[in-house]
């Protein structure tokens, strides 16, 4: 993973990763109080290779979250 950017973000932020091999990707956006937020990747499969993912600052029901400290965490099947 790489840092986000822009951080703080207003209202788009872009994160980026790297895979070294293929691997199903999961990319979760929890709040301060560890509740998930939205899902933004859900075990899509990604090759090799550098990718940058945009969040668009709305959860789940599509509503827009307020202004915060948002984490991330992206897990693989590898």
């Given at each position: 993973?790489?840092?986000?950017?822009?951080?703080p973000f207003n209202p788009t932020t872009n994160i980026?990763?790297?895979?070294?091999?293929?691997?199903?990707?999961?990319?979760?956006?929890?709040?301060?109080?560890?509740?998930?937020?939205?899902?933004?990747?859900?075990?899509?499969?990604?090759?090799?290779?550098?990718?940058?993912?945009?969040?668009?600052?709305?959860?789940?029901?599509?509503?827009?979250?307020?202004?915060?400290?948002?984490?991330?965490?992206?897990?693989?099947?590898?």
């Open positions: 993973m790489y840092q986000n950017h822009p951080n980026k990763f790297t895979l070294p091999e293929a691997a199903d990707v999961r990319l979760d956006i929890y709040n301060i109080l560890g509740e998930n937020v939205i899902t933004l990747i859900d075990n899509k499969q990604y090759q090799a290779g550098v990718w940058n993912v945009k969040w668009d600052s709305r959860n789940s029901s599509g509503q827009k979250v307020p202004t915060g400290i948002y984490l991330y965490k992206i897990s693989t099947s590898r």
